[in-house]
């Protein structure tokens, strides 16, 4: 199947008593319907990553995740969808859960290697497929400079100026393509960069490698709640109420860690009465149903 996907991302807002006191109009970029499992960000960062595999005529996608990815759940979709063989390297010890599930379902092939191991991933590649000579590396989460392309694409669909941009970070591939989008419009959009990881400094040069031009944005280190997937109560019932009033579903591990610092900063007085704030949903719901039992307060 030829490499499109139509992809649907509106615009919706969201609308809070805080927002309305302060002033301020903030909305959220449904990246999240592009696919149900594809989701948000993943799309946009494989899309490139399949046109290029194509173009060589590489027909076996090898990619490399933790066994909670959304990345590798997303091109195992993306390879059957497009017709692609696909292989997953997941760290760490053969385990059973439903992203898993969802990968084998659509044919992904799955190969545990050690926590080691896992750290060498060109190596990986080599052992498992270097006489492959269908198989096309993609590297954990997705990270490459098509992704970046692919990223930047999200700024073109933009119907309006807006003074802040929110997007949530962990390898800081999509925000280097939206900040890379935002330079190529000329916007002088103030945008925000959310860590979901702890000492979320590194963030920094993981996005200015991919920037051909420097650019000056903000980078929120303290919204990462104990480190990577860990959560606390606090953003838990933060994540139940902003579900429960909006209709929008978002989870603890990226989109709700990004849109409490948004909450946050509003709260703090740090926009301008009157600012338009987006906030893009990258998506990852799969990342909720691996948490249902956090969710305490639920009855
Ligand atoms: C993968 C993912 C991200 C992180 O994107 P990076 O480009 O790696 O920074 C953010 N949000 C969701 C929902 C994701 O699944």
Redesign the pocket.
Known sequence: MPITLDIFSPIHRWQHPLFTEKGLNVFIKRD?LIHPLI????WR?LKYALLKAQAEDKNHLVTFGGAY???LL?TAAAAAQFGFKATGIVRGEEVQNDTLFLCRLHSMQLIFVSRDAYRNKPALFEEYFGSDEQAYFIDE???SAE?VQG?SELVNELPRVYEHLF???????????IITGLQQHQLFTQFHAV??LKNGEF?RD?INRYLTIPFSYQLHTDYHFGGYAKTTPELLQFVQNFIATTGILI?P???GK?LYALFDRAQRNHFASGSNILA??????M?LLGMKDRFTTIK
């Not at 893009?280 to 719901?285: D, Y």
């Open positions: 999240d989701s948000g960000n993943k960062k990815s959304n990345h997303a989460g997705g990270a992704a990223c997007c949530a970070c962990g390898t800081g591939t999509t925000a280097a393509g860590p979901v963030m993981e989870e591990v990226y989109t990004m893009v949903h990258s998506g990852g719901m990342g």
